[in-house]
């Protein structure tokens, strides 16, 4: 399904708790473009009744069927992109723009 990185599920309960939202599941949330290039969505969601519930670092996530389909073994990752700029970043091989990052 989707795994959460040790960094993004430290984020994760960072802003949960920040925002209050302690105990709530993660809503991750995903559509295709017309492009076919994929929009993310994240945030803090009570499950509804056809949810996919996991859970991945602790982390408790929820995502609809048919994000869940989008999803398929993404990775999501919580990374600094540029000095002091860190961001979620979605490794996902469903997305037509990913490229694996390479082993050096």
Do not use: C
Not at 11 to 17: E, T, V
Not at 76 to 100: C, R, S, W
Request: proline residues 7%; aromatic residues 6%; charged residues 30%.
């Amino acid at each position: 399904m989707i795994t959460v990185t040790e960094a993004a599920a430290e984020q994760i309960k960072k802003s949960a708790k920040q925002g209050k939202s302690e105990g709530m599941p993660l809503r991750i949330a995903a559509t295709r473009n017309s492009d076919e290039s994929i929009h993310y969505g994240m945030g803090f969601d009570d499950s509804k009744e056809d949810d996919i519930t996991i859970s991945s670092e602790d982390v408790d996530i929820v995502i609809s069927p048919v994000s869940a389909e989008i999803l398929k073994d993404t990775v999501l990752d919580f990374v600094e992109l540029e000095p002091g700029k860190q961001q979620f970043i979605f490794m996902n091989p469903n997305d037509p723009a990913y490229t694996p990052p390479q082993d050096n």
